[in-house]
Protein backbone atom coordinates (compact mmCIF):
# COMPACT_ATOMS: atom_id res chain seq x y z
CA UNK A 1 0.00 0.00 0.00
CA UNK A 2 1.28 3.53 -0.61
CA UNK A 3 1.93 5.80 2.36
CA UNK A 4 2.03 9.38 2.60
CA UNK A 5 2.84 10.74 5.78
CA UNK A 6 3.01 14.36 6.85
CA UNK A 7 5.19 15.23 9.74
CA UNK A 8 1.93 16.79 12.37
CA UNK A 9 -1.68 16.25 12.58
CA UNK A 10 -2.16 19.47 14.27
CA UNK A 11 0.04 22.56 14.51
CA UNK A 12 -0.05 25.89 16.57
CA UNK A 13 2.12 29.03 14.94
CA UNK A 14 2.45 32.92 15.78
CA UNK A 15 1.70 35.19 12.83
CA UNK A 16 5.20 35.78 11.63
CA UNK A 17 6.78 32.81 12.25
CA UNK A 18 8.32 30.26 9.39
CA UNK A 19 6.25 27.14 9.36
CA UNK A 20 7.83 23.81 7.35
CA UNK A 21 5.63 21.39 6.75
CA UNK A 22 6.85 17.93 5.36
CA UNK A 23 5.41 14.81 3.51
CA UNK A 24 7.13 11.57 2.41
CA UNK A 25 5.56 9.50 0.09
CA UNK A 26 7.13 5.57 0.49
CA UNK A 27 6.23 4.55 -3.66
CA UNK A 28 9.16 6.58 -5.33
CA UNK A 29 6.27 8.73 -6.97
CA UNK A 30 7.74 10.59 -9.30
CA UNK A 31 4.99 13.45 -8.77
CA UNK A 32 4.23 15.57 -5.11
CA UNK A 33 1.35 17.87 -4.46
CA UNK A 34 0.51 20.51 -1.44
CA UNK A 35 -3.04 21.68 -1.16
CA UNK A 36 -4.70 23.51 1.60
CA UNK A 37 -8.62 22.68 2.04
CA UNK A 38 -10.82 25.63 3.59
CA UNK A 39 -15.01 25.43 4.11
CA UNK A 40 -16.64 26.62 1.57
CA UNK A 41 -13.34 26.52 -1.13
CA UNK A 42 -12.85 23.13 -1.49
CA UNK A 43 -9.25 22.18 -2.26
CA UNK A 44 -6.68 24.17 -4.07
CA UNK A 45 -3.57 23.47 -5.42
CA UNK A 46 -0.50 25.30 -3.68
CA UNK A 47 2.52 23.63 -5.72
CA UNK A 48 3.44 20.75 -7.19
CA UNK A 49 6.44 19.27 -8.40
CA UNK A 50 7.76 16.83 -10.97
CA UNK A 51 10.97 15.05 -10.08
CA UNK A 52 13.56 16.16 -7.46
CA UNK A 53 14.60 19.98 -7.36
CA UNK A 54 11.63 20.85 -9.21
CA UNK A 55 8.78 23.00 -8.45
CA UNK A 56 5.52 24.35 -10.21
CA UNK A 57 3.09 26.74 -9.38
CA UNK A 58 -0.29 26.14 -8.45
CA UNK A 59 -3.68 27.95 -8.28
CA UNK A 60 -2.70 29.28 -4.96
CA UNK A 61 1.01 30.01 -4.45
CA UNK A 62 1.34 33.26 -2.84
CA UNK A 63 2.56 32.96 0.35
CA UNK A 64 4.75 29.62 0.18
CA UNK A 65 7.54 28.09 -0.98
CA UNK A 66 8.09 24.91 -1.53
CA UNK A 67 11.39 22.30 -1.99
CA UNK A 68 11.82 18.89 -2.67
CA UNK A 69 15.34 18.05 -2.36
CA UNK A 70 14.41 13.97 -2.92
CA UNK A 71 11.96 12.14 -4.47
CA UNK A 72 10.50 10.84 -1.31
CA UNK A 73 10.60 14.06 0.33
CA UNK A 74 8.40 17.18 -0.45
CA UNK A 75 8.11 20.05 1.78
CA UNK A 76 5.92 23.03 2.41
CA UNK A 77 6.98 26.33 3.65
CA UNK A 78 5.55 29.38 5.18
CA UNK A 79 8.55 32.05 4.97
CA UNK A 80 6.25 34.45 7.49
CA UNK A 81 3.01 32.78 8.76
CA UNK A 82 -0.38 34.71 8.54
CA UNK A 83 -3.92 34.62 9.82
CA UNK A 84 -5.07 33.71 6.47
CA UNK A 85 -3.25 30.41 5.99
CA UNK A 86 -4.80 28.71 8.99
CA UNK A 87 -6.11 25.99 7.23
CA UNK A 88 -5.73 22.28 6.29
CA UNK A 89 -2.61 21.44 4.26
CA UNK A 90 -2.91 18.31 2.38
CA UNK A 91 0.39 16.19 0.72
CA UNK A 92 -0.37 13.84 -2.40
CA UNK A 93 2.02 12.25 -4.35
CA UNK A 94 1.31 10.43 -7.92
CA UNK A 95 3.11 8.12 -9.84
CA UNK A 96 4.99 9.75 -13.36
CA UNK A 97 2.48 8.88 -16.97
CA UNK A 98 -0.35 10.33 -17.91
CA UNK A 99 -3.04 8.99 -15.14
CA UNK A 100 -3.80 10.90 -12.13
CA UNK A 101 -4.19 8.22 -9.08
CA UNK A 102 -2.58 10.94 -6.63
CA UNK A 103 -2.49 9.28 -2.76
CA UNK A 104 -3.01 11.60 0.42
CA UNK A 105 -1.59 12.20 3.40
CA UNK A 106 -3.58 12.66 6.67
CA UNK A 107 -3.26 16.53 6.25
CA UNK A 108 -2.04 18.67 9.06
CA UNK A 109 -4.38 21.16 10.64
CA UNK A 110 -2.45 24.55 10.70
CA UNK A 111 -3.32 27.23 13.20
CA UNK A 112 -1.77 30.99 13.17
CA UNK A 113 -2.66 32.64 15.55
CA UNK B 1 -15.90 28.14 -14.22
CA UNK B 2 -16.63 24.92 -12.97
CA UNK B 3 -16.51 21.97 -15.56
CA UNK B 4 -18.36 19.20 -13.18
CA UNK B 5 -21.81 19.82 -11.95
CA UNK B 6 -22.70 17.85 -8.45
CA UNK B 7 -25.52 18.14 -6.60
CA UNK B 8 -24.50 18.91 -2.82
CA UNK B 9 -26.06 16.52 -1.03
CA UNK B 10 -27.72 12.89 -1.33
CA UNK B 11 -28.65 10.37 1.02
CA UNK B 12 -28.57 6.40 0.68
CA UNK B 13 -30.26 3.40 2.90
CA UNK B 14 -27.12 1.03 4.32
CA UNK B 15 -26.94 -1.86 1.91
CA UNK B 16 -28.83 0.01 -1.50
CA UNK B 17 -26.92 1.34 -3.80
CA UNK B 18 -26.14 4.60 -3.72
CA UNK B 19 -26.03 5.99 -7.45
CA UNK B 20 -23.73 9.40 -7.50
CA UNK B 21 -24.37 11.20 -10.49
CA UNK B 22 -22.22 13.53 -12.14
CA UNK B 23 -22.83 16.15 -15.15
CA UNK B 24 -19.80 17.04 -17.56
CA UNK B 25 -20.97 18.53 -20.41
CA UNK B 26 -18.09 20.49 -22.08
CA UNK B 27 -15.68 17.74 -21.52
CA UNK B 28 -13.43 17.16 -24.44
CA UNK B 29 -12.33 14.02 -26.53
CA UNK B 30 -8.79 13.85 -24.68
CA UNK B 31 -10.53 14.45 -20.75
CA UNK B 32 -10.89 11.67 -18.49
CA UNK B 33 -13.50 11.44 -15.47
CA UNK B 34 -12.15 10.49 -12.30
CA UNK B 35 -13.74 10.09 -9.26
CA UNK B 36 -12.13 10.31 -5.62
CA UNK B 37 -14.03 10.10 -1.77
CA UNK B 38 -12.91 12.30 1.23
CA UNK B 39 -14.11 10.80 4.58
CA UNK B 40 -14.42 13.57 7.41
CA UNK B 41 -10.57 14.66 9.32
CA UNK B 42 -8.79 12.60 6.29
CA UNK B 43 -7.58 13.02 2.79
CA UNK B 44 -8.85 12.38 -0.56
CA UNK B 45 -9.51 9.13 -1.90
CA UNK B 46 -9.03 7.98 -5.37
CA UNK B 47 -11.86 5.76 -6.11
CA UNK B 48 -12.00 4.63 -10.36
CA UNK B 49 -11.65 6.73 -13.25
CA UNK B 50 -12.40 5.91 -17.13
CA UNK B 51 -12.34 7.69 -20.46
CA UNK B 52 -15.94 6.32 -21.99
CA UNK B 53 -16.34 2.64 -21.31
CA UNK B 54 -17.82 1.42 -18.07
CA UNK B 55 -15.24 0.90 -15.43
CA UNK B 56 -15.26 -1.58 -12.31
CA UNK B 57 -13.26 -1.60 -9.73
CA UNK B 58 -13.49 -3.39 -6.09
CA UNK B 59 -14.71 -0.23 -5.01
CA UNK B 60 -17.32 1.16 -7.18
CA UNK B 61 -18.46 1.08 -11.17
CA UNK B 62 -18.40 3.69 -13.12
CA UNK B 63 -20.66 4.43 -16.07
CA UNK B 64 -20.67 6.90 -18.68
CA UNK B 65 -23.31 7.89 -21.11
CA UNK B 66 -22.23 7.38 -25.27
CA UNK B 67 -22.34 11.17 -25.56
CA UNK B 68 -20.07 11.45 -22.17
CA UNK B 69 -21.49 15.14 -20.81
CA UNK B 70 -22.35 12.45 -17.64
CA UNK B 71 -21.58 9.97 -15.45
CA UNK B 72 -22.97 8.00 -12.32
CA UNK B 73 -20.37 6.60 -10.04
CA UNK B 74 -22.67 3.31 -8.01
CA UNK B 75 -21.42 1.90 -5.05
CA UNK B 76 -23.23 -1.00 -5.16
CA UNK B 77 -23.79 -1.93 -1.51
CA UNK B 78 -23.44 1.24 0.83
CA UNK B 79 -21.86 0.94 4.05
CA UNK B 80 -22.16 3.49 6.48
CA UNK B 81 -18.49 4.09 6.02
CA UNK B 82 -19.24 5.43 2.67
CA UNK B 83 -20.49 8.44 4.15
CA UNK B 84 -18.21 11.05 2.73
CA UNK B 85 -18.05 13.49 0.36
CA UNK B 86 -17.21 12.43 -3.79
CA UNK B 87 -15.77 14.24 -6.49
CA UNK B 88 -16.48 14.01 -9.69
CA UNK B 89 -13.42 15.76 -11.88
CA UNK B 90 -12.39 15.88 -15.48
CA UNK B 91 -8.75 15.79 -16.93
CA UNK B 92 -6.38 15.50 -19.95
CA UNK B 93 -5.04 11.95 -19.20
CA UNK B 94 -0.89 14.20 -19.65
CA UNK B 95 1.61 13.66 -16.73
CA UNK B 96 1.21 17.45 -16.36
CA UNK B 97 -2.34 17.95 -15.36
CA UNK B 98 -3.46 18.46 -12.21
CA UNK B 99 -6.84 17.50 -10.42
CA UNK B 100 -9.05 20.36 -9.75
CA UNK B 101 -11.32 19.38 -6.89
CA UNK B 102 -15.43 21.32 -6.80
CA UNK B 103 -17.38 21.03 -4.32
CA UNK B 104 -18.44 17.42 -4.86
CA UNK B 105 -21.31 15.39 -3.42
CA UNK B 106 -22.07 14.82 0.14
CA UNK B 107 -23.19 11.39 0.68
CA UNK B 108 -25.03 10.23 3.81
CA UNK B 109 -25.63 6.52 4.33
CA UNK B 110 -28.24 5.73 7.38
CA UNK B 111 -28.71 2.55 8.68
Known amino acids: DVKVTQSSRYLVKRTGEKVFLECVQDMDHENMFWYRQDPGLGLRLIYF???????EKGDIPEGYSVSREKKERFSLILESASTNQTSMYLC????????????FGPGTRLTVL | DAKTTQPPSMDCAEGRAANLPCNHS???????VYWYRQIHSQGPQYIIHGLKNNETNEMASLIITEDRKSSTLILPHATLRDTAVYYCIVRPNSGYSTLTFGKGTMLLVSP
Open chain 1, 92 to 103: ASRPGGGTDTQY
Open chain 2, 26 to 32: TISGNEY
Open chain 1, 49 to 55: SYDVKMK
